[in-house]
């Protein structure tokens, strides 16, 4: 036998593949693409995965290095799957061994073979009576809750009874009392059976939504990328399991993406009562084996549906038939660091290689995603009215100018409050601004504390008596004086989340508040229990960051109030607007989801602002098209296509040096805005630079950053800066 060649791509930020030998007693069985093999690499031994198998080679054999051993275990790349991953690399100019590290679970990037137990799952095998049901209800509702769950659907995974809001001590509290028992989870093929769905379950469609459904059903078989643009509470999620149903019959596997889902397990919820199939989780709160098992079951076709965020376009699904990507317009789909994808860019790539059909669902689509659909690149469709009962909240403007105001609330919105709790409803006050206040100062001699590694002031968090660097993480204690002129009087200046919850509880001293921002649900599972006391009405007001905005069902809130959208309206970010127009409608549509009609309340300081104006008299859709259009005669996306060059040092003239060489060539097609320093100029230390390359078509774009990239090898400064590429860069800031 003769050694043979294989390429192969190896975790390391370089942009090549590596060749090493196969030597012949490492030849049998048969070495396939999509293999791992651990191989030498700069003193280390890694992981490395087959990309090409060839029998000759050009590098003098002399040079090359043996594998080491090759891995033998069930976890295989399957050629979709790594041409997939070759074209999301190619995609984002970024290196290839790197999107293989992001997209494979933690436990295949180690040397050591993954030990995977058995997975386990919970199964229903004792009905409780009404009148036990009744008793257990006063002692623990949870309980209760928790069994209804597993009546209303057999078995579940601790994942998902995690992901759903539940605890340890409850499952082993219905276990203990005999209504459940532990068993290992079977794999077996997903096969659709008649059990399979709970058709009482499905609701009569209305004529818009059987609309689109009929249309989903024609176009099952092939790529077609459709968007779902509908208002909250109009019945989008029902469009998404009535479409699923005919893909699932025919044993094709669904994978639904969600921003968070931690965030709203009632989706989870919803897709679990429909279907009686194995649903598997791909999310953050998973640990490891977990995220192996979902890897493993999607491949090996056992794993029927899977929901996930972003990384779970890389889900290896076996026979995939249908991906919905829901809230597509929600930034955190997209990757900020490293690898900077874009999961729902990525999702539509993937059924495009797959052909076939994709849904988008937004009540606030993006402006990429409308003008693809207006201009009939993808098929639109509306849903115009809420489905049920409950209308849509109004949007009203508060004039802040010219009243004073108490904490960061008008007398207005004081009065609005009020009314609400005296009617027993439940109050939504968001801020987006976490922390007690955006920064302290000596009130002598106008000293600011701020963070030196950032040039930026810290944040107060009052609770733990510390400052806290936004940026970069840093933390200090409170300073007792001035450290400028010895002063003790020292104030915080503005107001965020931690300091508007005392502030609330001191004008409505009889009411219980609770805040829901990232301090207050750190710790796993109070997020959840938090949101279920909300859901039970323990808490009157409510007052949040962002977090808030995202899909919550909260039945009893009547008013939500935005303190602060201003920002937004001047800022240098072409894309604030839209973002602040999404989060207002998103936020508006957690007000009177029910029967009860809702009111928004914004308060700004120029209530006359074309933009909010907009909003208010013509909605989203009408706001939409106007930012099309000025977007149009700018070039900006979706009409022109950018990359953002980012460069970083320790000192500020090499990253605007490093870009300034790069600025000065000559591309076809293709223009370049700066070097600029970026926003936040410093960061950790570190001085950082923006370059945005511009052209009228994705094509010239790509070829420009990929000769770009050729240069930047050959420029001595980019071993002086640290600098990437993010191809669609959707926020400046960083
Ligand atoms: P979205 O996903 O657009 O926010 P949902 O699918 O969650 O909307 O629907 C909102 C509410 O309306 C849910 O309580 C849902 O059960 C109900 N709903 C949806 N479609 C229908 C329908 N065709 N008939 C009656 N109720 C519906
Ligand atoms: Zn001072
Ligand atoms: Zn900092």
Redesign the pocket.
Known sequence: MQVQYIQVAIPVPMRQLFTYQVPTNLQSPEVNLGERVIVPFGGRQVIGIIMAVQDTCDIPTAKLKNILARVNDPYKFTKQLLHFLRLCADYYHHPIGDVFQQALPVLLRNLKQPDVSPALEWCLVNELAQNEIDKLQKKAPKQVALYQLFHSRKTHTWAEIRTLGFTKSQLSALQNKNIITEQVRPIKKFSWQTGSINADNR????VE?AVIVAALQGSIDQFSCHLID?I???????VYLQAMEPVLANNKQVLIMVPEIGLTPQTLNRFEQRFNVAIYLHHSGLNNTERLETWLAAQRGCAAIVIGTRSAVFTPLHDLGLIIVDEEHDNSLKQQDSFRYHGRDMAILRARQLNIPIILGS?TPSLVTLQNALSGKYHYHQ?LKR??KSNTAKIELVDVAQQPLEYGLSSNLKQAIKNTLTRGEQVLIFLNRRGYAPAINCQECHWIAGCQRCDKPYTLHQGKQLLICHHCGSQKRVPPQCPGCGSVRIAPIGQGTEQLEQRIADLFPDQSIVRIDRDSTRRKGELAKLLQEVTEKKHQILVGTQMLAKGHHFPDVTLVAILDVDGALFSFDFRAAEHMAQLLVQVSGRAGRESKPGKVLVQTHYPEHPILQDLVHNGYGHFAQQALVERKQAWLPPFGFQALFRADANYPSYPEKFLHVIAQNNIDGCEFAGPIPAAMEKKAGKYRFHLIVQAKSRKSLHLGVQQLIQLIQQNEWQKKVRWSVDIDPIDMNW
């Open positions: 609701l009569k469609l209305s939504q509908g909250t509470g109009s019945g989008k999620t029902e009540a849903l489905a049920g």
